[in-house]
């Protein structure tokens, strides 16, 4: 089974705030673009920030075990879980979320690339410090048969040298299955990619 690491080489400060200042020379229009995470750690000089593996490991076997029966909770009761899982468990920046309302063969598409379930959870802890980074909820968690969606507004601080924030809003599609478990995790940025690092602190 393969295993997928995601490197970010070291960056400098001096390197990064160029890239900044270069940003903001350019003048680029920054009205709402749709653009995915994984739009923006492919730009080659964001792939090269830091020098820890952050996304890193297979799924388990146990992936591979399906869930009979429809989900034990109303539409109402999903809701609220997800709600506690964007405000009190943060699992945005955490992968922290509740595990009981997905598939185990759920797919997660974010900035890299689509991982499993078991991938995408430790990624995202080794990507971001959970308890410095804040994330918000813009309006409310849709429910639907088919899909829940909501908005988002988040400070992200990464887990790389000089540890940098980043601000962005934008929005979760989580589809569902006809029993009701969700199959799959989609997340877009509202901002176009030089906006956000514009945004970056230290």
Do not use: H
């Amino acid at each position: 089974m393969a295993i997928r690491a995601v490197r970010f080489p070291f960056l400098s400060v001096y390197t990064l705030w160029c890239l900044l200042a270069r940003a903001k020379a350019l003048s680029l229009p920054t009205g709402i673009k749709t653009v995915s995470r994984k739009e923006f750690f492919q730009l080659p000089f964001v792939a090269s920030i830091a020098g820890a593996t952050v996304f890193l490991g297979a799924s388990p076997a146990a992936d591979a075990v399906e869930i009979e029966g429809k989900l034990g909770f109303t539409d109402a009761q999903v809701k609220e879980i997800v709600k506690s899982d964007v405000l009190d468990r943060k699992f945005l920046a955490t992968g922290d979320l509740t595990r009981s309302i997905y598939r185990p063969t759920a797919t997660f598409t974010d900035e890299i690339d689509t991982y499993k379930l078991d991938q995408w959870m430790k990624g995202t802890q080794r990507l971001f410090v959970g308890d410095k980074c804040t994330v918000r909820l813009v309006g409310d968690v849709d429910v639907t048969p088919e899909k829940i969606e909501f908005r988002f507004d988040e400070d992200l601080m990464f887990r790389i040298p000089f540890t940098p924030v980043v601000s962005l809003t934008g929005s979760i599609v989580l589809s569902r299955d006809e029993a009701g478990y969700i199959t799959s995790y989609k997340e877009n940025w509202d901002q176009d990619v030089w906006s956000v690092i514009k945004t970056a602190k230290f």
